[in-house]
């Protein structure tokens, strides 16, 4: 394993890694440290008391980030019709029926989040097995099978973010830019961190929220007080 670089430990050492920070001084020692010569996108991860193997502690969902997420999203959208129309209305980088399926069976994936009408889902349903390892697959539950092609697509291009629990237990996602200000990082941080908490099964037993942390591209993780997030 490769040891980290001197800018990493420098801005470890701005860190005590035992200490829970309130959300604005964790946002603020990440964006002191994303130092790297690219925008850094900051992350936060939460750590669940779920068990995802079990259908009834499962957690995803969808958050609209209030400031964006800083990242350009090409959408997919799988509609015929009007519906497609409205799509490429809407400001879909992709748009097709069939020939869309065809594409996609061919390992050509020119999209970063995939949007379905309902009529359409028999046909993207024989891409599970391409979309779904990518996380790509469109779902109800978080708003990207639907008829209202033209709000989905605002959404995603305005920063929607989906999350889903992963196997230990760990939800994370891109929550903004280091470019963002300190206060549109907290308001998203604080936005996802609720969206989370409003998903919690019924099968969650006990703390529900164990751990949080935010972090960069390249900086180290800073541990966050939940309770200072209001609602975790």
């Known amino acids: 394993m490769s040891k980290p670089g001197k800018r990493f430990r420098?801005?470890?050492?701005?860190?005590?890694?035992?200490?829970?920070?309130?959300?604005?001084?964790?946002?603020?020692?990440?964006?002191?440290?994303?130092?790297?010569?690219?925008?850094?996108?900051?992350?936060?991860a939460m750590n669940l008391?779920?068990?995802?193997?079990?259908?009834?502690?499962m957690v995803r969902g969808v958050c609209a980030l209030p400031h964006g997420s800083g990242?350009?999203?090409?959408?997919?959208v799988f509609a015929k019709g009007d519906k497609a129309d409205e799509a490429k209305k809407a400001g879909a980088d992709v748009v097709g029926a069939e020939d869309l399926v065809e594409q996609v069976q061919k390992g050509v994936i020119e999209f970063d989040r995939c949007i379905a009408t309902p009529d359409m889902m028999p046909l993207v349903g024989r891409l599970g097995k391409v979309l779904g390892p990518r996380g790509l697959m469109p779902n109800p539950k978080v708003g990207t099978v639907t008829t209202d092609v033209a709000?989905?697509?605002?959404?995603?291009?305005?920063g929607a973010v989906e999350f889903r629990v992963e196997k230990a237990g760990v939800i994370h996602a891109g929550v903004g830019k280091a470019s963002f200000t300190e206060d549109a990082l907290v308001a998203n941080i604080r936005a996802f961190t609720d969206a989370?908490?409003?998903?919690?099964?019924?099968?969650?037993?006990g703390t529900f929220v164990k751990r949080i942390a935010v972090t960069s591209t390249m900086g180290p993780g800073v541990k966050v007080e939940p309770a200072s997030l209001g609602s975790a």
Do not use: C, M, N, W
């Open 151 to 158: 709000a989905a697509v605002a959404a995603a291009k305005g």
């Open 49 to 57: 008391g779920v068990d995802p193997r079990h259908a009834d502690q």
């Open 71 to 76: 990242r350009k999203l090409r959408v997919g």
């Open 10 to 44: 420098a801005a470890s050492e701005t860190v005590e890694h035992d200490k829970l920070y309130d959300i604005e001084e964790a946002v603020k020692l990440v964006k002191d440290a994303a130092k790297a010569k690219f925008d850094e996108t900051i992350e936060v």
């Open 196 to 205: 989370v908490i409003k998903a919690k099964p019924s099968g969650a037993k």
